[in-house]
């Protein structure tokens, strides 16, 4: 099914004007797109019951967010990692790569868009709220209007309209393909629910409402839909690791989509395959997570009179896993002296590692064993 055709423009070139949305006729599923969806739909649900066992939730959640932040702008060509980006969290002196203030910002429009939805409908307005978080204040903004729709044209690839790999639509046509995408937020019944999240996301990117940033918008909108939706309760699955290990795949898929002699299908079999994996992968991180928890409660119940102070760091390790005394300070109200030695004592049962251990100043503690459930090898190695 085609949904959308390219158009001349007077300058020369052609833009891809999207038709009515959804399409008149029923996007039909093939067999397999079915069974993928149903594979996906099983494996998200028994994400969220896994995610039930979790000690407490919440402390997780910020370790799920960097990771969704850095792959997400990591499409788009950033360097950071998450190590650099939890270092920033903790506010260790150390000299932070620019890219890490794109990828803070992307975490403060997650978690803005999280507390939104509680009072305000996924909406055109939400999405300009959200792209507003995003792109404000950082090396991106100049001359790229946070929160607003462009009035101009913009285009993916080569330099300009004439020599792009993609011209989506004109200006004049953007607020009625932007309507037509809201009014099908809100249409029941058509697809089922991991579908139309491949769709939302997939027809945002064609119409591409933004000077810059749509892609990290765009990623966004998958989370917040399904929250929204109730399939999430807590935005525990996050699709941007599967799209950056699979590029190429990802362009080519989104390509097939808005292409005139394109094959829908190709785009939500990726998108669900994609599902699936990335919710049996984090089922793996949460089974895992449990049994490090369990396994450092025993060694914690071995020190004794700091046992009460050492939960109360292991705790907080599952948010921010690299930390300093000054921290441990901050975490437990102990003295400096105090702090010190309760880190040592970690250190020495083999809950925490410290990073350079020829450093006497400005040390680092990393929480090796839950940072490696987040981290590739590259990055440790980089970090």
Known sequence: MIIGHL??????????VPNKFPPEQKIVLNSKTQYLNSKADFMLGKLVGISHLL????FFIFMYITKEA???SGIEGTNATIVDVIKSEAELEYRLPQDVDRITHYINAMKYGLARLETLPLSLRFIR????ELISGTIDEPGKNPGEFRSTQNWIGGGSPNTARFVPPPPAELLRCLDDLEIFFYADNLY???VKAALIHAQFETIHPFLDGNGRTGRLLIPFYLCKLGLLERPILYLSEYFLNNR??????????HSENGDISIWLDFFLDGVAIIADQAISTSNNINTLWQNDFVKIQTMGRRAVNATVVLENLYRIPIVNVRKIVEWTGLTRQSAGELVRQMVDIGILTQSDVHAEYGREFWYKDYLNLFINKEEGEKS
């Open 192 to 194: 089922p629910p991991l």
């Open 70 to 72: 850095t792959r997400s």
């Open 248 to 257: 190429q795949a990802y362009y080519d898929a989104i390509d097939q989509y």
């Open 129 to 132: 709220e959200i792209h507003k």
């Open 55 to 58: 000690p407490d939730l919440d």
């Open 7 to 16: 158009v001349q423009q007077s300058s020369g070139y052609k833009a891809f």
